[in-house]
């Protein structure tokens, strides 16, 4: 593997689970155990947000917590909203924008801009995440990350971009309803494509310092294979991420990576 600085990202996003704040507790202790001896992975569990307080006092360096989304404003009458500074107080250091899942109950590519603002405006660090919902023959998906980005992006300095991650999720291959599972070659293209656009919009430099992320059906059979190309500089878990075994068990893996 051709790296000179050894370091992953390994994130879960446990979405809507578990059903209590009594096994959110324990799967974050028992992964924050394996974490914690980990050498080159940073981990991040991203819990539903009323777990944030039950988990807030186990978070250590090697583990973090992060939000599953957030609202732009900082205060005021937006009914079912949580603010910046809200999530903060839990000790959350990263939040999740753009998901696929948010998208498709209609988050726009200019509203994860104006929360992407806000996130970077209270210091905390986001992954922001693109990904199309199909792959044509004819290379359209290109087009989609690439707009994606684009308008996600608008009026973000380039200072700021080292501080951004973003995951690559294709919804085909996300969740129980996937067709099938990208295979590395998609992914570590995808993760050159993505830096290209990061490029051109800003210089080479600046794409050289962003950090791309996969996510999409990651389990402990394929993690290694999406990282294996060095493009690919971690990992945002779904699934297998609420089991504490299987996640530690990919924290595990990637953390051997020579
Ligand atoms: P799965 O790993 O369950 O496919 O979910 C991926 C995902 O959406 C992570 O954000």
């Not at 539903?48 to 307080?53: E, R, S």
């Not at 999409?216 to 971690?234: Q, R």
Request: proline fraction near 2%; aromatic fraction near 8%; hydrophobic fraction near 40%.
């Amino acid at each position: 593997m051709n790296r000179t600085k050894k370091s992953f990202l390994v994130a879960g996003n446990w979405k809507m689970n578990p059903s209590s704040h009594k096994e959110a507790k324990k799967i974050f202790k028992e992964i924050k155990s394996v974490a914690q001896k980990s050498r080159t992975v940073q981990t991040v569990v991203f819990p539903p947000f009323v777990y944030l307080n039950e988990i807030t006092n186990d978070v250590i360096k090697k583990c973090s917590l992060g939000a599953q989304d957030i609202f732009w404003e900082e205060e005021g009458s937006y009914t079912g909203q949580i603010s910046a500074s809200m999530i903060k107080s839990y000790k959350a250091q990263y939040v999740l924008l753009g998901h696929s899942e948010l998208r498709a109950l209609g988050e726009t590519d200019a509203v994860i801009n104006k929360k992407l603002k806000t996130v970077l405006k209270h210091e905390l660090k986001p992954i922001v995440c693109v990904g199309e919902q199909i792959r044509d023959t004819e290379g359209w998906y290109l087009h989609t990350i690439k707009t994606q980005i684009e308008v996600c992006f608008v009026g973000i300095a380039k200072k700021s971009i080292k501080d951004i991650v973003i995951a690559y999720e294709p919804v085909w291959a996300i969740g129980k309803g996937a067709t099938r599972e990208a295979t590395k070659e998609e992914a570590g293209e995808m993760a050159i494509y993505i830096k290209r656009v990061i490029s051109t919009l800003y210089d080479t430099a600046t794409a050289s310092i962003v950090r791309v992320i996969y996510g999409g059906s990651v389990n402990t059979k394929n993690c290694m294979s999406f990282l294996e190309a060095g493009h690919v500089d971690g990992l945002l878990v779904g699934r297998e991420s609420l089991s504490s075994k299987k996640f530690g068990e990919i924290i595990g893996l990637v953390d051997g990576i020579k």
